[in-house]
């Protein structure tokens, strides 16, 4: 059972910067995702990385702003934000899949951490 926990999350102003955490053990055979939930609105893929660190990709919403790496010797894979703006608002959460990314088909979640972007 992989264990995923999420970290970072804030109240930051728009223009402003966060970096999400997403710490778990033996996850060095899983693709790790990020997701938002905004109030009211769909889950939202946001980004990924697979088991190699070449294999990321990022929803139009938020490329050229956020980047994803991990730190295998940690067993963390971050989301570095930037130029934050009050859409961005949402609950993030990290989930992991085998190997490689894609949208759907993750077997193991996060509880969550709240990005709130406001002035």
């Known amino acids: 059972q992989l264990q995923l926990v999420e970290s970072g999350g804030g109240l930051v102003q728009p223009g402003g910067s966060l970096t999400l955490s997403c710490a778990a053990s033996?996850?060095?055979?899983?693709?790790i995702g990020w997701f938002r939930q905004a109030p009211g609105k769909e889950r939202e893929a946001v980004s990924c990385i697979s088991i190699s660190d070449d294999g990321t990709i990022y929803a139009d919403s938020v490329e050229g702003r956020f980047t994803i790496s991990r730190d295998n010797a940690k067993n963390t894979v971050y989301l570095h934000m930037n130029s934050l703006k009050p859409d961005d608002t949402a609950v993030y959460y990290c989930?992991?899949?085998?190997?490689?990314?894609?949208?759907?088909?993750?077997?193991?979640w996060g509880q969550g951490t709240q990005v709130t972007v406001s002035s």
């Open positions: 033996g996850f060095t055979s899983y693709a």
């Open positions: 989930a992991a899949r085998p190997y490689f990314c894609n949208k759907k088909n993750y077997d193991y």
